[in-house]
């Protein structure tokens, strides 16, 4: 099957409209481009993130559905309460940004290789040094065992991956990100695509019409000052 695709400008600004991506496979919009800064700030700013393997073209997404949730409203089950009463974590915001996306990076026992190339590595680690990206990372005795990182765009976080060396490290660090989003004036967090690991936390599917209305709504609102600093983070439960 032969797929044609917009080619990105050199304009970091321009992208198509998000009615024009792919049904199959679905939400691709657009090829090319960089992963500049100002490129895939202006990315996320329209509800569009890049995905692509190692020596794939650089690809662009909107998917019809996106796995979205309310910040504040995570749910933590019964058996997540007990976990986290049992067990002694210390979680913490922006301590080490490098070391969780090299993390997220590494493929999964189901997975051959990973779409976290060392470009994007680089992209997003520029991103975090201008404090547009974050990072949530759960130690257990000094040792960093799980995490997740993303953008802020106003009062929407954008999620991108996450890891777990140690059972419910990943969900310890959604939660996490979810109630401190929630505490700085956040409102919603999106998590692109919809997994029963997400599932589990109460995230659900939006159509690419309703994100886009959440997107529109809090791209431009701000959060509270210096929420971003680096800081422990307690799950209230």
């Avoid at 695709?5 to 600004?13: G, T």
């Avoid at 692109?192 to 690991?197: A, F, I, K, P, S």
Wanted: charged letters at 20%.
């Amino acid at each position: 099957m032969t797929i044609y695709l917009p080619q990105l400008c050199d304009d970091p600004r321009l992208f198509p409209a998000l009615e024009e991506a792919l049904e199959d496979p679905d939400g691709l919009l657009a090829m090319g481009g960089d992963l500049s800064p100002e490129r895939i700030n202006n990315a996320y700013y329209n509800g569009i993130f890049p995905w692509f393997s190692e020596g794939e073209p650089l690809l662009w997404w909107s998917p019809s559905e996106r796995a979205n949730i309310a910040a504040g409203e995570v749910h933590i089950s019964r058996s997540m309460k007990r976990f986290i009463n049992k067990n002694k974590f210390t979680i913490t915001l922006n301590h080490c940004f490098s070391q969780v996306i090299k993390a997220c990076a590494q493929p999964r026992l189901t997975q051959a290789e990973t779409w976290i190339t060392q470009e994007m590595m680089d992209a997003y680690s520029e991103l975090h040094e201008l404090g547009v990206a974050h990072s949530i990372e759960v130690w257990c005795e000094d040792k960093l065992v799980g995490g997740l990182y993303g953008v802020c765009i106003g009062q929407l976080f954008c999620g991108e991956s996450m890891f777990s060396q140690m059972d419910n490290s990943s969900k310890l660090a959604f939660i996490a990100l979810n109630q401190h989003f929630h505490s700085v004036g956040g409102k919603f967090i999106d998590c692109q695509m919809q997994t029963d690991h997400l599932k589990s936390l109460g995230v659900n599917a939006l159509s690419r019409a309703d994100f886009v209305n959440r997107l529109h709504a809090t791209r431009d609102e701000p959060l509270k000052e210096n929420c971003w600093n680096k800081q422990s983070i307690v799950i209230k439960l």
